[in-house]
């Protein structure tokens, strides 16, 4: 069974930084070869996808943390991290990292098969 655990979410004022990490284990998943992201959905509000990275290490960023944000993952420790410089209070959320059954990332970003429980982000002005 997989699963997803994510970690480093908290309370940062604006302009400030904060990196997440997701640990993933299961025998289903080949974390090096399969497309993991992260998504994050604030209150009241739709799941944004945030960045995704493909099986074959390409990244693509929602225009919104575009140069503020950057994707990572240690494949030898089947960790995905999300490294948030520059957080504006319209980044609070939940964040949540997610796994994708296959190697190319979803066009939606946020069509993901395998979910962590989220950690929550807060930017306060």
């Known amino acids: 069974q997989v699963q997803l655990v994510e970690s480093g979410g908290g309370s940062v004022q604006t302009g400030g930084s904060l990196k997440v990490s997701c640990v993933v284990s299961?025998?289903?998943?080949?974390?090096?070869?399969?497309?993991m992201g992260w998504v994050r959905q604030a209150p009241g509000q739709e799941r944004e996808g945030v960045a995704q990275?493909?099986?074959?290490?390409?990244?693509k960023y929602a225009g919104s943390v575009n140069g503020r944000f950057t994707i990572s993952k240690d494949n030898a420790k089947r960790t995905l991290y999300l490294q948030m410089n520059s957080l504006k209070p319209e980044d609070t959320a939940m964040y949540y990292c997610?796994?994708?059954?296959?190697?190319?990332?979803?066009?939606?970003?946020?069509?993901?098969?395998?979910w962590g429980q989220g950690t929550q982000v807060t930017v306060s002005s």
């Open positions: 299961g025998d289903r998943l080949r974390f090096s070869w399969y497309c």
């Open positions: 997610a796994a994708y059954g296959g190697r190319l990332c979803p066009a939606s970003g946020i069509d993901f098969g395998y």
């Open positions: 990275i493909d099986g074959d290490g390409s990244i």
